[in-house]
């Protein structure tokens, strides 16, 4: 995923554009790039690395001009390079354009243009655009029909924006995000509102399709055959508070540390939204639970948690399966779909997937704009406010909440959701992270962690693993606690550490088993448990619980913190791990 941002307006724009990026680094942040246009003539700062590393090497930010666009990429086609990174200039830097997508018919289009003498300064597919609309432009003299064209040759995933060297600033959407924030000194065009909300928190979110032009202090919003499209301006719930990192050293501990509010933000819904997802929910014949990263580890415990209270027989699946799971769905089924962003290309597709067969889908996600939201029958906001840090934390025992919610609400309060106490839990374990900190230093050499848990505790140790090897790029393996004797054992040995989930709960006397075993076989033991038991080398304590459902939003918090100390102790950015970006939106 990458992120662009376009700017017009009274103000100079390279300023305003650098600092949009970095906002918006999470998206992508292996090169970064402006384009402004001073006086006819188009300047084109770009290079690998960061921004503030590009920015301080090419000092992109005292460009001069009052219009511009910039990227932050993630780089799919073409590896990561000066020349790869955007914007892309066509036409004798007549027409720059930033991109994020993927143009799958690059190819062809590529031969086409070279065969009429465009010649390529990058291996992007996102060069095309650029070329495309210079072409189109010189043949109709119009930059309205010059996008529209060029959008019509596009296959795949894209938004675009460009900027024309008469002073225009165009852009497009299909099956990427693109949003116009419209502010009292100009316009932005940009892939989130954390592009723009420190200058305005008012927004018109465009829908696939949609091709717009700024110019001359208007927005024109028209579709592929040029017609014009109404888009209502709305006004962005999120504030500028909640996407700094304050006293905090990182997004990632900002947003762990929020748990103790983002739970309870999560609690609050509409009791008519809560009953209208509900009432399809219990309708529905087949339940089927779509997500991806840690939003499937969410799915795993639904399905669980569904099962046992709400007694609604539940199937998760991760979404980049289930174009080979999910192809005889009918009017009956019901497909709950869970994302942060909303934007995860292989959750979309799978929603698409079960649409097209006349599915009703209902989702729990963050960003309430998102296309996942647009695409639903019925969604529950997770209101997490913005998650920065590329790892999920908080999102996830948002989504949590809202899953025992549901289940609770279903099975008349079965499941006891004792939302005072859990609240008093979490603030608990995030008021002492001493103890996770100190096991962090002990094991921040060792290149292999296990976790075990089984039942409800499984998923979370699927999820701690994940952040292990997302933050601190140590290898980490979830392990259901049952399957031990069926092979993870024969790992056992002096040096291997072994975390385990083991809350006094159902599953406590058989996982206390698996921890005799291990230690037996010379391994070290942790224990994450709400009693101290002398099996364990290590002990983080967590507070004992009556609803035993309840446990793991308790204790995938010191999972989540050893990831993060583990990182910070190896002296990786954890907001920023290597290779990955906050969402993808690619396949
Ligand atoms: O935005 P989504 O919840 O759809 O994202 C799904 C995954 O890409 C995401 O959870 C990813 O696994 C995280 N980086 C994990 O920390």
Known sequence: MCSIIGYKGKDFAAPILVNSLKRMEYRGYDSVGVATLDEGKLLVRKGTGKVAEVNNKLDMSHMSGHI?????????????TDKNAHPHAAGDNKIAV????????????????????????????????????????????????????????????????AVFQD?????????????????KEGYFVSSDVLGFLEHTDKAIFLDNGDITIVDNDKVEIFDFEGNPVNRPITQVAWELGDIDKGKYAHHTLKEIDEQKLS????YNQEEEKIDEFCKILSAAKNVYIVGSGTSYHSALVAKHVLGRYAKIRVEAIMSSESKYILSSLDKDSVVIAISQSGETADVLDSVRLAKNQGTKILSIVNVTTSSLARMSDSFLGTNSGPEI???????????????YSIADKLSEGKLGLDKEKLIHAVDRMLSNKSTVERLAQELKNHKDLYILGRFLHYPIALEGALKVKELAYVHAEGIAAGELKHGPLALMEKNTVVMILNPHDSTF???ISN?????????????ISDSKEDVYDYWIPIPALSEEALYPIVEVIPLQLLAYYLAVGKNVDPDYPRNLAKSVTVR
């Open 263 to 266: 739970i309870i933000r999560a």
């Open 509 to 511: 006397n058989d996982t």
């Open 68 to 80: 511009g666009i910039g990227h932050t990429r993630w780089a799919t086609h073409g590896g990561v």
């Open 515 to 527: 921890a005799h075993e291990i230690k037996a076989r010379g391994a070290t033991v942790v224990g």
């Open 98 to 161: 930033v991109h994020n997508g993927i143009i799958e018919n690059y190819k062809e289009l590529k031969a086409e243009l070279i065969k009429e003498g465009y010649i390529f300064a990058s291996e992007t597919d996102s060069e095309v655009i650029a070329h495309l609309l210079h072409r189109y432009y010189i043949e109709t003299e119009s930059i309205k029909q010059s996008l529209i064209k060029t959008c019509k040759r596009l296959q795949g995933a894209y938004a675009f924006v």
């Open 389 to 403: 840090g590329v790892a999920a934390t908080k999102s996830f025992t948002a989504q949590l909440i809202i899953i």
């Open 167 to 183: 002073g225009t600033i165009g852009g497009a959407r299909y099956e990427e995000p693109l949003i116009i924030g419209v502010a």
